[in-house]
Nanobody, 125 residues
Framework: QLVESGGGLVQAGGSLRLSCAAS????????MSWFRQAPGKEREFVAA????????YYADSVKGRFTISRDNAKNTVHLQMNSLKPEDTAVYYC????????????????????WGQGTQVTVSS
């Protein structure tokens, strides 16, 4: 089970840091990612990090503003979100992909095997 935390309400230009932890187990050498879903829209890719290569991937809409990272000691993956915009408002989901597809297609939802319940991020203008 993946558990997200850190969501909330913030003004435009502000920052939030999301965290995702695996409940009761240790992350394997998998790809971890963040997706988001805004009201009335499809869920979309935000960022991903390879646990083995440390390669990171970002959606164009968040490049330069968001940073994905991992904390091995705490078995946690983070998403630091800076310069937030109202269009960043969404439910943010953490996902874990175990297979090779997650390595080669980190932006595809079908690459991921486990999903968290999501955490709400609201950015006011």
């Amino acid at each position: 089970q993946l558990v997200e935390s850190g969501g909330g309400l913030v003004q435009a230009g502000g920052s939030l840091r999301l965290s995702c932890a695996a409940s009761g187990r240790t992350f394997g050498t998998y790809t971890m990612s963040w997706f988001r879903q805004a009201p009335g829209k499809e869920r979309e890719f935000v960022a991903a990090i390879s646990w083995t290569t440390l390669n990171t991937y970002y959606a164009d809409s968040v490049k330069g503003r968001f940073t994905i990272s991992r904390d091995n000691a705490k078995n946690t993956v983070h998403l630091q979100m800076n310069s937030l915009k109202p269009e960043d408002t969404a439910v943010y989901y953490c996902a874990e992909g175990m297979g090779s597809r997650a390595t080669t297609q980190p932006m595809a939802q079908r690459s991921y095997d486990y999903w968290g319940q999501g955490t709400q991020v609201t950015v006011s203008s």
